[in-house]
């Protein structure tokens, strides 16, 4: 069974930049497709950022410009370059996966079967 693991996540100053990843141990995600997506304190999970099988994106607007999803060399790890960070975007994040080999598109509504377990980007001075 596909599991994923986020990692990268910290402290950082508004303005700052972190990077998070999401490894799947023991598999390639090159069939998957990944998202990412946060919740904060009171506030319902949303979607940030998703890549398909064949590298197509889509972000939510708060983060265009700011944010960029990957896939690493390894095929077993997804990117999310975060920069120019807000206070707004301190939240747990979470990467999720499905299995879709042959779809060229994406999704940020929730319906992934795989959930890694979060990691924690606090955005503050």
């Known amino acids: 069974q596909l599991q994923l693991v986020e990692s990268g996540g910290g402290l950082v100053q508004p303005g700052g930049s972190l990077r998070l990843s999401c490894a799947a141990p023991?598999?390639?995600?090159?069939?998957?497709?990944i998202a990412w997506f946060r919740q904060a304190p009171g506030k319902e999970r949303e979607g940030v950022s998703c890549?398909?099988?064949?590298?197509?994106?889509n972000y939510v607007d708060a983060v265009k410009g700011r944010f960029k999803i990957s896939r690493g060399s390894a095929k077993n790890t997804v990117y999310l370059q975060m920069d120019s960070l807000k206070p707004e975007d301190s939240a747990v994040y979470y990467c999720?996966?499905?299995?879709?080999?042959?779809?060229?598109?994406?999704?940020?509504?929730?319906?992934?079967?795989?959930w890694g377990q979060g990691t924690q980007v606090t955005v503050s001075s």
């Open positions: 999720a996966g499905n299995w879709n080999p042959r779809s060229p598109l994406c999704t940020m509504e929730p319906n992934y079967t795989y």
């Open positions: 890549i398909s099988v064949t590298r197509g994106t």
């Open positions: 023991g598999f390639t995600l090159d069939s998957y497709m």
